[in-house]
């Protein structure tokens, strides 16, 4: 339970249409990963020189972010690729899914996992066995909040409905599969 309110928690406090920048990452990561930091120094001069850096960066700006933020998928994301997220209650390990991800807290082995419904465009949560919707992306320009008392808030995809969408997810309730 107390999984679930920290990852909803979070994907509303922290969400946003920035995106990820997955190329651009995944290209400076690269260089990092070489021999040594002269190497790094010199791919990276040249890399902003050529513009590669500049480049990968306005593509995601300018596509792959707006395909993420619409689709709800990132195009760069890797299929099984797990990072390891710091939280208040210690280590979580994210795992891409084809369509979501899935969250286990570190040392443990059950799971949580955050599924994304392309037809019903809603990202749904799944553990125990059991699924129930979290949020549901309207075409108007507004989300619907699935609330744990059965009830249904439209909130606006701006600054004025992230502020009511964090109002009521912190008044102590918690999200959980039923």
């Known amino acids: 339970m107390t999984l679930v309110a920290v990852v909803l928690s979070g994907s509303l406090l922290f969400s946003s249409c920035v995106g990820s920048f997955g190329l651009f990452n995944r290209l400076s990561s690269w260089n990092q990963s070489l ?24 593509a995601d700006v300018l596509v792959i972010n707006s395909i993420e933020f619409w689709s709800g998928s990132n195009p760069m994301a890797n299929v099984g690729d797990v990072k390891k997220v710091k939280g208040e209650n210690g280590n979580y390990l994210v795992k891409t899914l084809e369509n979501g ?14 599924i994304y419904d392309k037809e019903a465009n809603t990202w ?9 919707p979290l949020v549901k992306m ?3 320009g507004t989300a619907d909040l699935f609330l744990p008392d059965g009830k249904t808030a439209n909130v606006t995809l701006d600054a004025r409905g992230m502020l009511a969408a964090r109002q009521l997810t912190t008044t102590g309730m918690m999200f959980a599969a039923r």
């Open 124 to 132: 749904n949560v799944v553990a125990n066995g059991e699924s129930a």
């Open 35 to 58: 021999s040594n930091k002269f190497v790094n120094e010199l791919v990276f001069l040249a890399f902003n020189i050529i513009p590669i850096y500049g480049v990968s960066y306005l």
């Open 101 to 114: 991800y899935s969250i286990t807290k570190e040392g443990e082995t059950a799971s949580m996992d955050l």
């Open 138 to 140: 309207n075409n108007d």
